[in-house]
């Protein structure tokens, strides 16, 4: 079945590179993505990759997505503390309907 | 137009009473998404309309929940009957057809936090 899996919790200090992990099982998805929940907001669409892809870089994100492992990674380069919030990977059905499988989110603890 | 609204924010009822949640997407936007996320979990789909008709229910939308979307506009979703398990934010999103990947044209509402006592 469909699955996603991350770590529970990260801390890095202020300047230092996160690097936020995520397992899924799901070989025929298309799109992978990573998603931002602050306290109190909604979902904030970061990036995304294409199944095709193994890199992206968009300004201080880079995702990196090992297919043949079903890994991927966001690195988020100079963590401020702005960047604490609980960080979603997920993966698209490829029913039709286009709803999202995310994983359980990874709390990112930035320190000043 | 403002994004995805849901109202209420949160809501606080006692366990057996029903509650009702509303959700108002873009207004362009055909496709309306409900998920249920607990806490320290990540959003879980419940289901799913294109325009009025409910295409996609997931098994955990119990009998006691129910989702409409009268006139494919705005949509409601109902429980009967909570359940303390029931608390959790409920979160809204619509996103258009024919949108192209890679999201879709998604867009989360903020939730509502329901508690139940």
């Known amino acids: 079945g469909e699955d996603v899996e991350q770590s529970l919790f990260l801390s890095v200090r202020e300047g230092d590179s996160s690097v936020i992990n995520c397992t899924y099982t799901?070989?025929?998805?298309?799109?992978l993505y990573w998603y931002k929940q602050e306290p109190g907001a909604g979902l904030q669409l970061l990036t995304y990759?294409?199944?095709?892809?193994d890199m992206k870089q968009d300004q201080r994100l880079t995702v990196l997505l090992n297919k043949k492992d079903k890994h991927l990674s966001l690195r988020i380069a100079d963590t401020q503390t702005g960047d604490s919030a609980i960080y979603f990977c997920a993966e698209t059905s490829t029913s039709g309907t286009y709803k999202y499988i995310f994983g359980t989110g990874t709390r990112l603890k930035v320190l000043a | 137009d403002t994004g995805v609204s849901q109202d209420p924010r949160h809501k606080i009822t006692k366990r057996g009473q029903n509650v009702t949640f509303r959700c108002d997407p873009i207004s362009e936007h055909n496709r309306l998404y409900w998920y249920r996320q607990t806490l320290g979990q990540g959003p879980e789909f419940l289901t799913y309309?294109?325009?009025?008709?409910?295409?996609?229910k997931s098994r955990l939308l119990s009998d006691r929940f129910s989702a409409e979307r009268p006139k494919g506009s705005f949509s409601t979703l109902e429980i009967q009957r909570t359940e303390q398990g029931d608390s959790a934010m409920y979160l809204c999103a619509s996103s258009s057809v024919p949108d192209s990947p890679p999201n879709y044209g998604y867009t989360f509402g903020s939730g509502t936090r329901l508690t139940v006592v």
């Open positions: 799901d070989s025929s998805s298309t799109y």
């Open positions: 990759i294409f199944s095709n892809m």
């Open positions: 309309f294109q325009n009025e008709a409910q295409l996609e």
